[in-house]
């Protein structure tokens, strides 16, 4: 029996992916975007370090956080700074999803 669960704990651990947080360091903002699916998406003028799916960087817009990070992206396109830190984690899929940032 604990050899059993042994091997399938084991396997589950190997398939199961783990992402750690991908930085980027003085993006220029080319592109802010939002739909209707309450999400939105910064896609930089340079290339991500990691090949993020169409090189966006997708956050949500219903939490607190994401709000805040609207708010500081917005500030930062409109005064033609750069975010000095962008910080992000990447799904199984490629996708990219904010997790924090910082502005100049």
Not at 5 to 27: E, G, M, Q
Request: aromatic share 12%.
């Amino acid at each position: 029996m604990i050899k059993k669960f042994l091997c399938i704990f084991s396997v589950f651990a190997l398939t199961v992916p783990a992402f750690a947080d991908v930085y980027d360091y003085n993006i220029t903002i080319n592109r802010i975007a939002a739909d209707n699916g309450d999400k939105a998406f910064i896609r930089p003028l340079e290339q991500l370090s990691h090949a993020c799916v169409s090189n966006v960087i997708f956050f949500d817009l219903t939490s607190a956080s994401g709000k805040a990070y609207l708010t500081l992206i917005t500030s930062a396109k409109m005064a033609g700074k750069k975010l000095a830190v962008v910080t992000y984690s990447v799904n199984a899929s490629n996708q990219c999803w904010l997790t924090s940032l910082e502005m100049e």
